[in-house]
């Protein structure tokens, strides 16, 4: 029998000598980032805190969680945001992304491909999904403090050519939040 999402948590955080996270809110969490200037590499979450709703969601503390905060991320997905105000988006469009995920200054995925018309499981807009990568069942913690960022390079599906595009990144998951009165 696999370890749950929760377990892992707990398990990764007592490595790390996190052990008050086992005390805090369990919760589903999602931290999302983009950037509406097209571009052939887009690094999301540095500089995060600098552009505001609806362009992110991460707020004042950028790319890092609080203390006694953490993600332990199952889907990574990317989309385009329609307009310079983020406040439109839809799916790739024929385009995917080659991307890594940096925790810490260690690079934890490395050229891993979203493809257009792969599983497109977590926002629907009525006429398409977003691109999405599911790591359910591994999980990859980003622990208190500790800074993380995704290095995305669209490019054209079908030709594999290097595009230029505005594109969006989220990354979801089981989450801790802050909290003194319950446990996950």
């Known amino acids: 029998m696999g370890m749950s999402a929760q377990d892992k948590m707990l398990n990764v955080a007592s490595r790390l000598g996190l052990t008050s996270l086992k005390d805090m809110q369990g919760t589903t969490r999602m931290v999302y980032d983009s950037q509406t200037t097209a571009a052939l590499t887009h690094t999301f979450f540095k500089g995060a805190s600098q ?18 905060e953490a993600l332990l991320v199952e889907k990574i997905g990317f989309f385009i945001p329609e307009a310079a105000n983020g406040i439109a988006y839809g799916g790739l469009n024929f385009n995917s992304v080659k991307f890594d995920l940096v925790i810490g200054n260690k690079t934890v995925i490395k050229d891993a491909s979203c493809e257009f018309g792969g599983e497109q499981a977590f926002y629907n807009d009525g006429t ?20 993380y960022y995704v290095v995305a390079k669209p490019f054209n599906t079908t030709s594999r050519a290097a ?22």
Not at 51 to 68: H, I, K, T, Y
Not at 133 to 141: A, P, S
Not at 168 to 176: N, S
Not at 179 to 184: R, Y
Request: a negative charge.
């Open 51 to 68: 552009r505001a709703f609806p362009l992110s969601n991460v707020g004042a503390n950028g790319n890092q969680f609080q203390v006694n």
């Open 128 to 147: 398409v999904g977003s691109s999405v990568i599911d790591l359910e069942g591994v999980g990859i913690l980003i622990p208190p403090q500790v800074e």
């Open 163 to 184: 595009v230029s595009i505005r594109l969006g990144c989220y990354l979801f998951g089981t989450g801790a939040l802050l909290n003194f009165n319950t446990t996950i």
